[in-house]
């Protein structure tokens, strides 16, 4: 039983002088798309009947087939408090459904609520606390984005070195008034870089967050004058921004990562989700990092990782485990990045680890050592095998990982697939600013 009823809508429709309401739903690619509609319609739109032309989403359906239904999540419904308080403007987010009434198989909530099912019908509660990163850019005299920071602040650091101390503020209390529990905001590592943590909450909320959390961000930097970026790796020879992924599973209440007589704090059903993850995360960051910029993060010297292997605490490993125990038991996967499709990108992080308690896979030994200063030599003798290091290698991957295909769908494989296949394409083709600067005058 949800939150809110149907009735409990229309009530809060009226009651709250909310003259819109945006239908919002996402795209294959981790685009937030939304249709707008008047309080006048609300009585069709939690009765599923707001139609939208899936022919012009990207990956969606064929111009034959394009009719499309949103059917609104009534749980989420929340009041955007930038907009006016006069007329107010309201959200809905929904799953896509076809006109015969089934779910869309293209729609990405339904592929991660597919990987709950599975994960429900073993027993398991799957909860998600992400961290996500982001940069604040000043924006030029008409108003497009910089890679300028303004500022000369580093990790912790707080105004006036910190130029977006205010904006980040707002962004918070804009957050809370959505019903996110915030649990610390500061100023990363990079100089414009910024990291706001809310509660870790049940996978589907956790993604319907991000994507909320995603809008709120450039919404209020460009109410600041200001752009916000999700992009991985703005600027070269700094810090990237990623989303460390915090993972657990829950049984009855209680968290089954946690076993107080194992050395470590950990249930055999922790290790066999690390070896899971392990075992399929070559062709998941295609995924969770779905961009050629990704990659340009995932290098070492800038704490990100770029090498398959796991820890208690060691930040170089790719899976590390946070000191909490007991009910905070959980697992930190440290190579997602912000411009994920969230809900893809849960999918398949939970079908690996569920795929490694299934198995009973056993993780390889943990990593004491800082990986980063290894030698290729001592990472081969401890049999550390290194993340794709390119979007078209993970996309190799991803191909050849029949799980991480099977849990995507068919439609949603290949949409993704041909897009990015595409997108690197472009890519090698494209003359950059690098190479007309080393190659033109000696060549």
Known sequence: MGIYTRDDIIRMVAEQDIEFIRMQFTDIFGQLKNVAISRSQIEKAVNNLIMIDGSS?????????????????????????WRPQSGRVARLMCDVYNPNGTPFVGDPRYVLKRSIEKASALGYDFNVGPELEFFLFETDERGRPTNRTGDEAGYFDLGPLDHGESTRREICFALEAMGFEIEASHHEVAAGQHEIDFKYAEALKTADNIMTFKMAVKTLAQKNGMHATFMPKPVYGINGSGMHTNMSLFKDGKNVFFDPDDSRGLSKEAYSFIAGILAHVKGLVAVTNPLINSYKRLVPGYEAPCYMAWSSANRSALVRVPASRGQGTRLELRCPDPSCNPYLALALCLAAGLDGIEKQLTPPPEVFNNIYTMTPQERHECGIDSLPATLEEALAALKADKLMCDTLGSHVFAQYVEGKESECTAYRMHVSKWELDRYITIY
């Open 57 to 81: 989403i990207e990956g969606f359906t064929r111009i034959q087939e394009s009719d499309q239904y949103l059917y609104p999540d009534l749980d989420t419904f929340a009041v955007l408090p």
